[in-house]
Nanobody
Framework: VQLQASGGGLVQAGDSLRLSCAAS????????MGWFRQAPGKEREFVAS????????DYADNVRGRFVISRGYGKSTMYLQMNSLKPEDTAVYYC?????????????????WGQGTQVTVSS
């Protein structure tokens, strides 16, 4: 099982970034997927998740209204459009494939993890 996250970078506050995650179709097409992030010295936290068919999404309170999660046509890809970025959004962002079909926030919901992509937002 492989997950490849990409799209991170260094941006200024207020800018936008789009993260992508490519997963093995066999493992992701019937499963929910999610994005998490981990800032230095902090625990990994939930950002957003999307159900197996893209019909249901869920967001952490601190990104709702700024971030949009979506899935590609083949459901094996996932995106995170991040708008109005803030310095507190700085973290390594991880994509993950859930054990379940529906959205979830818990780390243990997710069976497979990508390697992470760094997002740095300067003030």
């Amino acid at each position: 099982v492989q997950l490849q996250a990409s799209g991170g970078g260094l941006v200024q506050a207020g800018d936008s970034l789009r993260l992508s995650c490519a997963a093995s179709r066999r493992t992701s097409s019937n499963n929910a997927m999610g994005w998490f992030r981990q800032a230095p010295g902090k625990e990994r936290e939930f950002v957003a998740s999307i159900s197996w068919n893209g019909g249901t999404t869920d967001y952490a309170d601190n990104v709702r209204g700024r971030f949009v999660i979506s899935r590609g046509y083949g459901k094996s890809t996932m995106y995170l459009q991040m708008n109005s970025l803030k310095p507190e959004d700085t973290a390594v962002y991880y994509c993950a494939v859930s054990r379940f079909a529906n959205t979830g926030r818990g780390l243990t919901n997710y069976a497979y993890w990508g390697q992470g992509t760094q997002v740095t937002v300067s003030s």
